[in-house]
């Protein structure tokens, strides 16, 4: 059984940046995909990044292209997200999930395995 535990969320200001890491513990085989999304309270949860295996096949939503980035090792079992440039919209809950099937996916309901979140804030 695998949990999966985020960390590095936080207060920053509008244009400063954060580090989110992954860890997966227990006893499991490495995940194929490992992703990033987040979610406001009253909201669906947002697809943001996700990274496959090898690190060769990365994918961004449209909102974050250019300023975060997807990023893991596999050693550790632990997933990054560097975001940069932070924009008040980005303030949410960011949820890293695993998949062990398939390509890299933008759909919640394609993952096998929560984070239970880590709060980003960005003020203005």
Not at 23 to 37: E, H, K, L, N, Q
């Amino acid at each position: 059984q695998v949990e999966l535990v985020e960390s590095g969320g936080g207060l920053v200001q509008a244009g400063g940046s954060l580090r989110l890491s992954c860890v997966a513990s227990g006893r499991t085989f490495i995940p194929y995909t490992m992703g990033w999304f987040r979610q406001v309270s009253e909201k669906e949860r947002e697809f943001v990044a996700a990274i496959s295996l090898g690190g060769y096949s990365s994918n961004y939503a449209n909102s974050v292209k250019g300023r975060f980035i997807i990023s893991r090792d596999n050693a550790k079992n632990t997933v990054f997200l560097q975001m940069n440039s932070l924009k008040p919209e980005d303030t949410a809950v960011y949820y890293c999930g695993a998949k062990w099937l398939g390509a890299v996916t933008s759909r919640t309901s394609d993952y096998d395995v929560w984070g239970q979140g880590t709060q980003v804030t960005v003020s203005s």
